[in-house]
């Protein structure tokens, strides 16, 4: 297909972890946690193996396991304030990625144009334009020149954004918590959205798989917003909600309408998610209802337990002059380099921070990930001072990256 192969083999994820993996360096780069963080998960995934059921061994329902799908609709409906149908109001999905694949494959066809807000998650474009689309990137800058500058300081300008949309805009993706900025989008920017998807007649898909990770601002759902229900499908992750990015299942949640034309991709490529995993993740999720709210709630201790590495990686960032933009959730942080990195220079075989990044890696053993991945290719140099790091990791992986910060010069 030769959409396939204009999008190309390369890959941010693909190249940058086999990278840190071959020169064994200590790994800031790809986005999971390196240590237990979920105590109960080991404990549920054994329960579902001691009481050797074979049906886990076998298919089950194609839009998802029964007991995650009543799971998934009773959590978002406490989160989305409403009724959700666990029988055609829920998709389980091979992670976030085939939730926003199936999406974005079933709402667009060719010639739509698909708003993107920049930096954006990588995947967002190669699939639209599988999907047949032109995307449109909306981009969000700095609205100060300050030393340390957080996720809030980076907006869109309204006008850009307005005239975005147009005619052919099928749908606009929003990401919050943003991946890799850390901005949480205030309700008022969220309804900024919302009045010109509503006035154009749009679809939303709301990415909103650092749901739970806040810091300093709470995580408004764009669903939730007036006139929103109807035109947004809630995408979300196993892989974040409980820190497993191997269970590789992923949610999406929307009016049947919606999940329906979501579910015929999903039908035809995926038929069902394995049946073990979601029988685990339904467990924990059972867990986690019966305490929603509460102090002892993962999805309220998550950001507590990384606001700590948070603040650690931003004073470590610093004081080894790399300016970073202090985020309000996830567990990404960038930072400038443009001070630190002035000998290395963008030409026409690789962008400056990804040069930066390589160095990092091969000299110093330290992995991040650049950038401009996060940028469409018309947009790359408007990135490439920056680079991203992980900090959802354990104390000896963070104490090691230290020791190299404070060693970079
Ligand atoms: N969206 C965002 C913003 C992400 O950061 C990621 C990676 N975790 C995904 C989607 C894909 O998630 P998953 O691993 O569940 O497919
Ligand atoms: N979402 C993860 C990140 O942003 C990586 C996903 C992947 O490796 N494909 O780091």
Redesign the pocket.
């Known amino acids: 297909n030769s959409r396939y192969a204009k999008v190309g083999d390369k890959n941010v994820w693909v190249e940058f972890t086999a990278l840190a993996r071959d020169y064994n360096a200590v790994n800031l780069g790809q ?2 946690p390196d240590y237990d963080s979920v105590k109960y998960l080991n404990e549920k995934a054994l329960e579902v193996s001691k009481e050797s059921n074979n049906l886990m061994h076998q298919y089950t329902r194609s839009p998802g396991h029964l007991r995650l799908a009543n799971a998934i609709a009773k959590c978002y409906g406490s989160f989305l304030n409403r009724e959700i149908n666990p029988q055609n109001e829920v998709l389980v ?8 694949f199936n999406a974005l494959s079933s709402f667009v066809s060719d010639g739509d144009e698909v708003i993107i807000i920049e930096p954006f ?1 990588d ?1 967002y474009a190669p699939m639209s334009a599988i999907a047949g689309a032109k995307c449109v990137f909306v981009p969000l800058r700095p609205k100060t020149e300050n030393e340390v500058t957080t996720s809030a300081d980076w907006v869109w300008d309204e006008k850009e954004l307005e005239s975005a949309f147009s005619s052919k805009t099928k749908l606009i993706v929003v ?1 919050t918590p ?3 900025l850390g901005k949480i989008y205030s309700r008022e920017e969220l309804q900024k959205i919302a009045d010109l998807c509503i006035k154009h007649n749009t679809l939303c898909i709301s ?1 909103e ?2 749901e739970h990770i806040t810091y300093d601002r709470a995580h408004t759902r764009i669903a939730t917003l007036p006139g929103m229900w109807e035109r947004t499908i809630t ?6 909600a409980f820190s497993s ?1 191997g ?4 949610w999406t949640i929307g009016p049947k309408e919606l999940i329906r034309l979501c579910q015929i991709v999903h039908n035809n490529s995926i038929y069902c998610c394995p049946t073990f995993i979601q029988e685990v993740i339904a467990r924990c999720f059972e867990l986690e209802i019966a305490r929603l709210g509460h102090d002892e709630s993962y999805f309220k201790s998550i950001s507590a337990e990384l606001k700590p590495k948070r603040d650690r990686l931003a004073k470590l960032l610093i004081d080894a002059g790399l300016k970073p933009v202090i985020p309000e959730g ?1 567990y ?1 942080m960038l930072a400038d380099i443009s001070t630190i990195a002035k000998n290395f220079k963008t030409d026409e075989t690789d962008f400056k921070d990804s040069k930066f990044v390589k160095y990092l890696i091969k000299e110093k053993g330290l992995a991040t990930i650049p950038n401009t991945a996060f940028y469409s290719d018309e947009h790359k140099h408007v990135g490439e001072n920056f680079i991203r790091f992980c900090f959802f990791k354990n104390e000896t992986t963070l104490e090691k990256a230290a020791e190299i910060l404070k060693n970079l010069h």
């Open positions: 986005g999971f999905t091979v992670g976030a990625y085939g939730s926003l998650y995947c990401n943003n991946n890799p990415d798989v650092y995408v979300g992750s196993a892989g974040k990015t269970a590789k299942l992923g996830g990404f």
